[in-house]
């Protein structure tokens, strides 16, 4: 039995005795409206206890996270300043997994890692609005050169962009290599989504050969050119936690030309088009109650 196995057999266990949501008290309404970017912010370490993905990317928290190691073998984490390092345990496996594919099946050496989640989860101080239950993380499209960087290097070391045309086309730092990476990464049957930029979606629907099965886990999104979004199903044992909704069928292709070709040719606005009002900052209560237990254990 492995260690991966005994662990998600123990974290099921422990589930079963985790509160659910008709076992946490309701918040009071002073703290209830706190803003909940700044209360999960200022948290340095992660709750000590059995690993729990509560709610969704995008509303939720994470108890008894992991913290990925500033430095491996084939992986190195930036902006430590940020403290976003954290995550899952199978989120940190899964990087130290897919960190040491690259490392063997490619030309790269490994993989810089950008932002994971904060030691609790939930919303940031700033940049995300997903990255909250601990299942996401950020890739580098930048080919590491070593990994044994200073704290200096690791804040002021930038990652290449890798479109051109607003994000229609790939630009003259994408390589084959970038698609190789990426297919390593959606290969990983943990892997629920990867969002990258359209124009690397169009170019490997052109150039993938062999099995394409992998495609359809990649999925176009607005940005994403600096590095590429990996997003991990919900974990076993985590029974609070809200699934990301399967991609459709298909390899996505179709998709991804219709995007890039609206980014060339954007269509005309809609007179009627109203839009919708930005959303306010999240607060405690916004989130799943069990994340206000999360954000006041030891």
Known sequence: MTIRTVLAICALVLSACSPGPADVPPLDATRSGQ???LLFGAERIAQDGAPQVIGGYARGCVAGAAQLPETGPTWAAMRLSRNRNWGHP????????LSARVAAETSWNGIYVGDLSQPRGGPMLTGHVSHQSGLDADIWMLPPTRFDLSAAERENLSSISTRAAGGARVGENWTRE?????????????VARIFVFAGAKVW?????????SWLRAIRPAGGHHYHFHVRLNCPAGSR??????????????????ARARAILTPPPPDPDYVPVPPRGP?????LPRQCAAILSAD
């Open 35 to 37: 803003e909940a970017r």
């Open 90 to 97: 199978d989120l940190i496996d899964y990087v130290q997994d």
């Open 178 to 190: 970038h698609m190789e990476v990426l297919r390593l990464a959606a290969s990983d049957p943990r």
């Open 204 to 212: 490997m629907c052109d150039n993938a050969t062999g099995d394409r």
């Open 240 to 257: 609070d936690c809200v699934p990301q909704d399967a991609p459709p069928p298909g390899d996505g292709c179709d998709e991804a030309r």
């Open 282 to 286: 999240l607060t405690l209560g916004d």
